[in-house]
């Protein structure tokens, strides 16, 4: 009898899907439809893979609902946030059909008499190992670029999103008419199995660090490349001179998207103590302003969370960080709905949060807003750069020149916003450093992350 998984709606635990695992032989078989797939798409022209491109993104818009809908009931963000991810692809696809045969163009290099190319071809087929947070997105970003360079996918997705990875390896295998993206349900034990296979030339993953860390070992065993987008504990510089009700309530309300489960969102709040009392008050005012409910209501502002393991872990590092000495000063607690059964956790403020505590030290991922203060400017770029993580981070300030130069160079992250929350677009790579990983997604980066950067040269 085969192994399987079971996929539950989190906003009332209730059993959606039942998916059986592949067996190592059915993962080879995958493989090889991908591999002998990606060796066709590999001589289309860039025109043809464009066109292609465009087809998924006709494909998207024309099933957002239903692709929507998905989202939200096996992974509980609001109906509105997973309808704006649908768009957000669909965005995605119409920059890289724009910019995509410019960016993969061969360069020439003339120094010296030389007469070669640079030329950007493709590795073969990418191992892409994808998050639940975001089902349809991190899965797009990072395979977009890819099918256009001219690789090939083998996509393992999160077990609690099967049924959205069931969904986008048809709407690919609908657009391009060859199986060039290819999900497998498999045991985690054969993931390694996947990375080893000679017919897999890189691997992408977006994750937790530890799962990072594994990733990266198994490829290197094997000389392959890995992009790894790993956690983040982003730290948002709030200084004495800003408007402090609007920036508070901008801060609430992109930390509580998807429910706190975004890993480029201000979890590590570094404020001026000298606006302390009335930024704690305009963070409360907003914090009350969220609705929590059934996430396919309109009035619904925040639905629960992912899973009730993920729920349970959030719980215990708020109430570690409260024995630590962290001020809580509202939530803490599961919450109860409609939905009782449901993964719903109340919108929390954590305040007086030091560097020794949990709260300050590990990835808060869930709704859940931590407050640090800082004396000065210094203190506050040290309170900052004192993570183990560094995927992004944001100044709000009016003194822009000061927040450039910050920005530029002495946070340490791979993205730095000024008086604007941290987030992806096609347009901007997006990466990190440290314990967040290496590599990066979106912009030109991504069209070249995973491609063989060749060099052609013609003698004399």
Not at 118 to 126: D, E, Q, Y
Not at 422 to 451: D, N, T
């Amino acid at each position: 009898m085969k192994k399987e998984y079971q996929t539950v709606n989190p906003s009332n635990a209730k059993l959606l899907e039942t998916y059986p695992m592949l067996t190592l032989p059915e993962i080879d078989q995958t493989i090889k439809k991908v591999k002998n797939a990606q060796l066709l798409w590999r001589d289309r022209a860039i025109d043809q893979r464009i066109e292609s491109v465009q087809k998924i993104k006709a494909l998207l818009l024309q099933n957002t609902d239903q692709y929507a809908r998905l989202i939200t009931n096996e992974m509980g963000k609001t109906l509105k946030e997973s309808i704006a991810e649908i768009k957000k692809c669909a965005f995605l696809c119409d920059y890289y059909a724009e910019y995509a045969k410019a960016i993969l163009s061969p360069q020439k290099i003339n120094y010296q008499g030389l007469n070669a190319e640079r030329v950007f071809a493709p590795l073969g087929v990418i191992y892409m190992i994808m998050p639940w947070n975001f089902p349809f997105w991190q899965v797009f970003r990072a395979a977009i670029p890819n099918i256009l360079i001219g690789n090939g996918i083998v996509l393992k997705h999160a077990e609690n999103v099967i049924g959205s990875a069931c969904a986008i390896e048809a709407l690919f295998t609908e657009a391009i008419a060859l199986p060039l993206l290819k999900n497998v349900v498999i045991d985690l034990a054969h993931s390694e199995h996947i990375i080893k296979h000679c017919d897999i030339a890189a691997v992408t993953l977006t994750g937790s660090n530890r799962a990072g860390s594994v990733v990266a070992k198994q490829a290197g065993e094997v000389c392959k490349k890995t992009v790894l987008e790993l956690g983040g504990s982003d730290a948002y510089i709030i200084r004495k001179d800003i408007n402090v009700e609007e920036v508070a309530k901008e801060i609430v309300n992109v930390r509580m998207l998807n429910s706190g489960q975004v890993c480029i969102s201000p979890k590590r709040l570094i404020v001026d103590k000298s606006i302390k009392v009335a930024f704690e008050q305009a963070v409360l005012n907003a914090v009350n302003e969220i609705a929590v409910g059934d996430p396919l209501a309109e009035n619904t502002t925040m639905g629960p969370m992912a899973r009730a393991d993920l729920r349970d872990n959030l719980h215990r590092q708020i109430e570690e960080s409260i024995a630590q000495g962290a001020k809580l000063l509202t939530g803490g607690y599961f919450l109860e709905t409609d939905n009782a059964k449901g993964f719903y956790y109340a919108p929390t403020v954590l305040t007086d949060v030091m560097p020794s505590m949990l709260a300050f030290q590990e990835e808060l991922f869930g709704p859940v807003i931590a407050i640090s203060y800082a004396d000065n400017d210094e203190e506050a770029i040290e309170l900052a750069n004192n993570s183990k993580y560094g995927l992004g981070s944001a100044i709000f300030t009016q003194d822009i020149e000061y927040a450039k130069e910050v920005a530029e160079k002495r946070i340490e992250a791979g993205m730095c916003f000024i008086n604007q929350c941290v987030a992806s677009h096609p347009a901007l790579p997006f990466g990190g450093i440290k314990q967040s990983g290496y590599g990066r997604e979106c912009s030109q980066e991504a069209l070249r992350e995973l491609a063989n950067i060749k060099t052609v040269l013609i003698g004399s």
